[in-house]
Structures are given as structure tokens and as C-alpha cells.
């Protein structure tokens, strides 16, 4: 953890995504020394500097996650009353951001409730001044009575950030199954996201995959850590289910493409073959590169085997290393954030044979790269979709040759239960 000019220390905490196990982001959580953040920001509202200091504590978080080199989208927290302030009052935050290299359109502002009660439309203003300029917004703590539903529906965040006292309560709870029900609705009219604060238990994960929330963090999944995580304490996220519960959330046709959304790997437009080929080599994991344009909008894709190819063939390295990596560029696949798991698997099928396993590109209502999704894990993520139980209906198993569904015989009450012998 770092030190701030207020006495605090940060900490990275990993967001998860539920449906492919994947870190989608990191957010910078403040630990002032002698007080918790909330009652920090309540003494500062008392004395009159509540935004100084919110805004001091998102640049100093800013400043300390550029001390550990990260492409993953950053977290960052604001309260509403900061939000709605006139003038240059985030100014700071903006060129903290800018010193360190990270564009907005990398950069999620986690909205927290304001101290005291505001009017709805400078808000609206304050997030409309922010989205401009290429942020994505989350609204944080929401679930235990901070933010009217008009508010959300009319704010449209790309995150909802459900509060960890409704999560404490799953899945015994039957008013927190409620609320999480409700936000879950309200999401997929707005076209929002859900994402878990507070993930402690097994249980609770359980829970949060049946529902179908996509999104979640917590200590089970990833604890507070001075650096960013490069591994998760636990395995199997993707399949994980707790002894005796319910498969996940069947609906086919529902899954949007963000729900097996990964963080873009975006470079500028004018990164030459070496800055390139220096990202494939300390990510082996990562299949592509998104060059993206000063906006944050998507220019061209870097299909991680052809790239290499191209540069390690003969004179390859001499004739690209030093230029623009978007000469080896094609033309992205794009799809918008509201857009179905469905689609992505036709725009697969009207691709050419050569790019139908390359990464497609989401894009937000504003056109910006919001992160890229792998066609195998639409695919992977479709069929079990297709394959959990359904109205009582018998589960069915990939079949170990095509991996297409294949009905399990229903056994009678006759026929012995299978049994595992160990060979002699």
C-alpha cells in the first residue's frame, strides 16, 4: 500500500467476471490511517472541503496505480456532490490521468451517494460532462437505499454496483433476492451491467451465478493487495457452483456479448511493431491488440498470431519494427455493448475464414472500445447456456467428440447409482 499526502494508503481490488473467470478491472480502494473513508468525507463535508478532498484522494489514487503497470481498465471512486460542482473542480483528476498515460475511456468513476441531498439534474449534467470527455460511470452502493430507481433509469450507468449489505444477505434473504431481482430488470433496460460488492462466501457466489449477475468482487475473490493481482485464490469461477444448488440463470437468448466481456488491450494509433510485439511478449495470454485513436475509438485489430508471424518472418523485424503497427491492421469487428450473444456468434459466421476466431470489439453508445470478447468463451459460455436443466427437464452433457448437447437418459429408481471403482 502507498502513502498519500492525507495519510491514506491504497489498495488494488479486482473485479471479476462470473462467466469466464477473467480479472475485468481493477479498483483503487482508499485506507486513511486513522479514520474509514466515509467518516473522512463527513468531516470534510462539515468543514466545507467535501470535493477538495474527494478529488485530492482520486488523484492520489491515480498517481499510485501508475507505480504498478497495468492495461486493465481502473476504478476510481467519487462522491455525487463532486460530480455536481461547477468549474474546474475535477480539473486535477483530469490531467493526473493524463501525466500517468491512462485515458478516461480506460477509467470507470465509481459515483457514490452524496452526503446530502441533491437535485437530479445537475447530476445528470455533472455525468453527461464526464461521459463527453470518455469515462465510463458506475453507481456505487446501490441496493440500500441511496439512489431512486428513477435516478438510475435516467442516469444510465454502465454499472450498477450492488451494495454488499443486499450480497450479505443472499441467498437466505428472500428481501435481498428482491432487490437483486429488481436491479437485474432495471439493468437489462437500461443496458447496464450488475456488478457484487462484498463477495465473502461461497454461498454468495453461488447465488450471484444462479441470478445470473455477471460482475462481482470481494475478499472470496481477490482481497485488497498493494499490486495488482495476476492470479485469483480461486479456481473454476467460470463453473463454480456450490454443493446442491440450482445451475445458473438459463436464458439464451438474453446473454449479451458483455457478459463475456474482457478489458481491451488498447494501444495508440501510432504504436510502432515494436511497441506491439513488446505487449505479445509479456502477455502470452492475450490473443489481440486494439489500436484506438485519441477518442478511445477503435481504428484497426492486431491478431496476435498473424502479427507475430508477419515480424519474426524473413526482414520482418527490420521492415516494421520501427513503424506503425496498424500497417499489419485489419478492420475491427465491432459490435455495441447492447448487442446479444447471438449476434456475435452471426457476426462469426459472415466473417472471413482466416478472422473468425479474432477478438470482436465492444463499443459504448459513444463508439469508444470498451473491451473485446473471445469468440471461444461466447461459444463455451452458449453452450452451457444450452445445456443446464431447464423446467424440470433433465440436464444434458457435451458430447466428447462435437461438444453438441446430448440428453442424459433419465435413470428409474431400479438401476444401481454408478460407482467409481479403482483398478487394481
Same mark, same amino acid.
Given at each position: 500500500?502507498?502513502?498519500?499526502?492525507?495519510?491514506?494508503?491504497?489498495?488494488?481490488?479486482?473485479?471479476?467476471?462470473?462467466?469466464?473467470?477473467?480479472?475485468?478491472?481493477?479498483?483503487?480502494?482508499?485506507?486513511?490511517?486513522?479514520?474509514?473513508?466515509?467518516?473522512?468525507?463527513?468531516?470534510?463535508?462539515?468543514?466545507?472541503?467535501?470535493?477538495?478532498?474527494?478529488?485530492?484522494?482520486?488523484?492520489?489514487?491515480?498517481?499510485?496505480?501508475?507505480?504498478?503497470?497495468?492495461?486493465?481498465?481502473?476504478?476510481?471512486?467519487?462522491?455525487?456532490?463532486?460530480?455536481?460542482?461547477?468549474?474546474?473542480?475535477?480539473?486535477?483528476?483530469?490531467?493526473?490521468?493524463?501525466?500517468?498515460?491512462?485515458p478516461p475511456s480506460q477509467t470507470v468513476l465509481e459515483i457514490n451517494p452524496a452526503d446530502t441531498a441533491l437535485q437530479p439534474e445537475p447530476l445528470f449534467a455533472g455525468l453527461h460532462r464526464l461521459r463527453h470527455l470518455g469515462y465510463r460511470i458506475a453507481f456505487d452502493g446501490v441496493g440500500a437505499g441511496s439512489y431512486p430507481l428513477t435516478v438510475l433509469a435516467e442516469a444510465r450507468p454502465?454499472?450498477?454496483?450492488?451494495?454488499?449489505?443486499?450480497?450479505?444477505?443472499?441467498?437466505?434473504?428472500?428481501?435481498?433476492?428482491?432487490?437483486?431481482?429488481?436491479?437485474?430488470?432495471?439493468?437489462?433496460?437500461?443496458?447496464?451491467?450488475?456488478?457484487?460488492?462484498?463477495?465473502?462466501?461461497?454461498?454468495?457466489?453461488?447465488?450471484?451465478?444462479?441470478?445470473?449477475?455477471?460482475?462481482?468482487?470481494?475478499?472470496?475473490?481477490?482481497?485488497?493487495?498493494?499490486?495488482?493481482?495476476?492470479?485469483?485464490?480461486?479456481?473454476?469461477?467460470?463453473?463454480?457452483?456450490?454443493?446442491?444448488?440450482?445451475?445458473?440463470?438459463?436464458?439464451?437468448?438474453?446473454?449479451?456479448?458483455?457478459?463475456?466481456?474482457?478489458?481491451?488491450?488498447?494501444?495508440?494509433?501510432?504504436?510502432?511493431?515494436?511497441?506491439?510485439?513488446?505487449?505479445?511478449?509479456?502477455?502470452?495470454?492475450?490473443?489481440?491488440?486494439?489500436?484506438?485513436?485519441?477518442?478511445?475509438?477503435?481504428?484497426?485489430? +492486431?491478431?496476435?498470431?498473424?502479427?507475430?508471424?508477419?515480424?519474426?518472418?524473413?526482414?520482418?523485424?527490420?521492415?516494421?519494427?520501427?513503424?506503425?503497427?496498424?500497417?499489419?491492421?485489419?478492420?475491427?469487428?465491432?459490435?455495441?455493448?447492447?448487442?446479444?450473444?447471438?449476434?456475435? +456468434?452471426?457476426?462469426?459466421?459472415?466473417?472471413?475464414?482466416?478472422?473468425?476466431?479474432?477478438?470482436?470489439?465492444?463499443?459504448?453508445?459513444?463508439?469508444?472500445?470498451?473491451?473485446?470478447?473471445?469468440?471461444?468463451?461466447?461459444?463455451?459460455?452458449?453452450?452451457?447456456?444450452?445445456?443446464?436443466?431447464?423446467?424440470?427437464?433433465?440436464?444434458?452433457?457435451?458430447?466428447?467428440?462435437?461438444?453438441?448437447?446430448?440428453?442424459?437418459?433419465?435413470?428409474?429408481?431400479?438401476?444401481?447409482?454408478?460407482?467409481?471403482?479403482?483398478?487394481?
Amino acid at each position: 500500500m502507498h502513502e498519500t499526502s492525507v495519510d491514506a494508503r491504497f489498495a488494488f481490488q479486482p473485479l471479476v467476471n462470473l462467466r469466464t473467470g477473467g480479472v475485468m478491472a481493477m479498483e483503487m480502494l482508499a485506507r486513511p490511517v486513522d479514520h474509514d473513508v466515509r467518516s473522512l468525507l463527513r468531516k470534510a463535508a462539515h468543514e466545507g472541503g467535501l470535493e477538495k478532498l474527494d478529488v485530492t484522494l482520486a488523484v492520489a489514487a491515480a498517481r499510485c496505480s501508475s507505480e504498478h503497470e497495468t492495461l486493465l481498465p481502473l476504478h476510481l471512486n467519487l462522491m455525487a456532490d463532486t460530480v455536481v460542482a461547477e468549474g474546474e473542480t475535477l480539473a486535477p483528476l483530469h490531467h493526473a490521468l493524463s501525466d500517468t498515460g491512462r485515458p478516461p475511456s480506460q477509467t470507470v468513476l465509481e459515483i457514490n451517494p452524496a452526503d446530502t441531498a441533491l437535485q437530479p439534474e445537475p447530476l445528470f449534467a455533472g455525468l453527461h460532462r464526464l461521459r463527453h470527455l470518455g469515462y465510463r460511470i458506475a453507481f456505487d452502493g446501490v441496493g440500500a437505499g441511496s439512489y431512486p430507481l428513477t435516478v438510475l433509469a435516467e442516469a444510465r450507468p454502465d454499472l450498477i454496483k450492488m451494495d454488499r449489505e443486499v450480497v450479505a444477505g443472499l441467498p437466505g434473504e428472500g428481501s435481498c433476492v428482491a432487490v437483486l431481482e429488481a436491479l437485474l430488470h432495471l439493468a437489462t433496460r437500461i443496458g447496464a451491467q450488475v456488478t457484487a460488492e462484498g463477495v465473502e462466501s461461497s454461498e454468495q457466489l453461488a447465488a450471484l451465478r444462479q441470478y445470473g449477475v455477471g460482475i462481482a468482487q470481494g475478499d472470496l475473490l481477490g482481497p485488497p493487495n498493494r499490486r495488482p493481482l495476476t492470479y485469483l485464490p480461486i479456481a473454476g469461477i467460470a463453473e463454480f457452483r456450490a454443493p446442491g444448488s440450482p445451475a445458473p440463470a438459463r436464458d439464451l437468448p438474453g446473454a449479451r456479448i458483455t457478459d463475456f466481456m474482457h478489458p481491451a488491450v488498447a494501444l495508440s494509433l501510432s504504436a510502432t511493431g515494436e511497441e506491439v510485439r513488446a505487449v505479445f511478449s509479456g502477455r502470452p495470454t492475450i490473443s489481440g491488440v486494439v489500436l484506438v485513436d485519441a477518442d478511445g475509438r477503435p481504428r484497426c485489430t +492486431l491478431d496476435r498470431n498473424r502479427f507475430l508471424l508477419a515480424v519474426s518472418g524473413a526482414y520482418g523485424y527490420a521492415l516494421y519494427a520501427q513503424r506503425e503497427a496498424a500497417r499489419l491492421g485489419d478492420e475491427p469487428r465491432v459490435l455495441p455493448s447492447s448487442s446479444s450473444a447471438l449476434a456475435a +456468434l452471426e457476426l462469426v459466421r459472415s466473417s472471413a475464414a482466416h478472422r473468425r476466431y479474432d477478438d470482436i470489439v465492444v463499443l459504448s453508445p459513444e463508439g469508444r472500445c470498451t473491451g473485446t470478447v473471445c469468440i471461444g468463451d461466447v461459444i463455451q459460455g452458449v453452450a452451457h447456456l444450452a445445456m443446464a436443466p431447464l423446467n424440470g427437464e433433465p440436464a444434458v452433457a457435451p458430447h466428447p467428440l462435437t461438444w453438441r448437447p446430448c440428453p442424459q437418459p433419465a435413470r428409474t429408481s431400479a438401476e444401481p447409482t454408478p460407482r467409481c471403482e479403482r483398478s487394481s
